[in-house]
């Protein structure tokens, strides 16, 4: 199972669901996304508009300061 990263902790709502759905879109079935956000906004809405859309949340952790990774099933 292949494992893709997307930082967009330089981008703000809605880009951040955006870009990430882009992302996953090119993924197969099975594969993951491991995504670095903002707390705030992005995190509160990546994770509930992924799971809105059929995604699966596998994780979410806290990696430093305000920046966590969201790990994202297709």
């Not at 993951?32 to 994770?47: M, Q, Y």
């Amino acid at each position: 199972m292949n494992t893709y990263k997307l930082d967009i902790t330089e981008e703000h709502c809605p880009m951040t669901f955006v870009k990430t759905k882009l992302e996953l879109t090119k993924l197969n079935p099975g594969e993951i996304l491991e995504v670095l956000l903002k707390e705030g906004e992005p995190l509160d809405n990546v994770p509930k508009s992924s799971e809105e859309q059929g995604f699966e949340i596998v994780e979410i952790s806290h990696v430093e300061n305000d920046i966590y990774k969201v790990i994202i099933k297709k």
